[in-house]
């Protein structure tokens, strides 16, 4: 078992990560690792696809009135939120299952994600849910936080806005802390992103234990070395924003002939097109899914290709340093050489 310091994990992580993405290198094997990093990590370019002359419609220029807000439309926008939170909730279960899944890859040094994906479900539900409370939790505590500052700043700017006059060193008192506050909520949330993703899912994962066993087991390392787990906090925090300026950077160019091919291909297609009626009209907008999906498509290729060797990084270096700190975790990742024969021991 290997034991690295939070900045002597760096280098050992990418040369893994190199070597199980590019050595041998196959397109197909690699778009699909990326993507599968991207999705699990968190980690992608975000552009926006749009151009001018699309779609047209006929309440541009006109809004409903209050009156058609009925109670049908209460209960159409109330079964739209349920199921925005319940395709939420499946789309966070399948991207934990998933994360497990890769898990197992980096681990055992597989491309296969089919293996990972079957071994650990009844893991990944245990860690979904135990996400799901911890993560209502924290949103509860955030909203405890805010609200009276909301409240304030509301009454502040309302008063402004009735006349009175506006105090910008008062509104300071009241922003400073907020902004204060917000800092703190984002350090602490990225805090626990930490904690569940690299220290106790590895637990879950590898030793099937609970939730809780598995935080009081890391609970114990952290304790026992503050410093090391500090320095890993930071590091990955600043290597990762570094990286993917860097990331978004290169890709610029690219994107930007991409994005630009195809909105000059939109605002073509629909100048021609703008007066028609009857089946050029449905052409017309069946070459603006085309072009949107096809743009989409690319964009999603850039990203992950460019984003993926950094989410691969990511994972690797959380696994060589708790590794070292978890005897489960680093003999499989550094297997300890066989004992010796019976007759050199005696």
Not at 308 to 329: C, I, K, M
Request: aromatic content about 14%.
């Amino acid at each position: 078992m290997h034991v690295f310091s939070a900045s002597d994990a760096v280098s050992p992580a990418i040369e893994r990560t190199k070597r199980y993405l590019f050595r041998p290198f196959e397109w197909g094997t690699y778009l699909k690792l990326a993507a599968v990093a991207c999705v699990t990590e968190g980690i992608s370019l975000n552009f926006n696809y749009s151009y001018h002359g699309g779609f047209s419609s006929a309440t541009d220029s006109t809004s409903l009135p209050m009156s058609s807000f009925s109670g049908g439309w209460v209960v159409l926008i109330a079964a739209v939120v349920v199921l925005a939170i319940v395709a939420g909730a499946i789309l966070f279960y399948l991207v934990t299952r998933l994360r497990f899944a890769f898990f197992h890859c980096l681990v055992h040094q597989t491309k296969e994600i089919r293996p990972g994906w079957a071994m650990y479900r009844a893991q990944s539900m245990r860690f979904f849910l135990a996400s799901l409370v911890v993560g209502l939790i924290f949103l509860v505590i955030v909203v405890l936080a805010v609200l009276p500052f909301a409240f304030a700043i509301y009454g502040f700017v309302q008063s402004s806005n009735d006349g009175g006059q506006f105090d910008p060193s008062r509104f300071l008192l009241l922003f400073l802390p907020l902004m204060g506050i917000v800092l703190l909520i984002c350090l602490i949330g990225y805090a626990l992103e930490v904690v569940l993703h690299d220290f106790i899912l590895p637990h879950m994962a590898l030793e099937n234990l609970s939730f809780s066993q598995a935080w009081t087991a890391v609970r114990s390392r952290i304790a026992a070395e503050t410093g090391s787990f500090a320095a890993y906090f930071f590091l990955r925090l600043v290597l990762v924003i570094v990286a993917e300026i860097a990331v978004l950077l290169i890709a610029a160019i690219p994107m930007l002939i991409i994005l630009g091919i195809f909105a000059m291909s939109a605002y073509g297609f629909n100048s021609v097109l703008e007066d028609a009626i009857g089946a050029l009209a449905f052409l017309r907008v069946g070459l603006d899914v085309l072009l949107a999906i096809v743009g989409v498509g690319l964009v999603l290729v850039v990203a992950f290709t460019l984003g993926g060797p950094v989410a691969t990084w990511l994972r690797n270096y959380a696994l060589l340093f708790y590794g070292g700190r978890y005897r489960v975790l680093g003999d499989i990742l550094y297997p300890p050489p066989p004992p010796p024969p019976a007759e050199l021991r005696t």
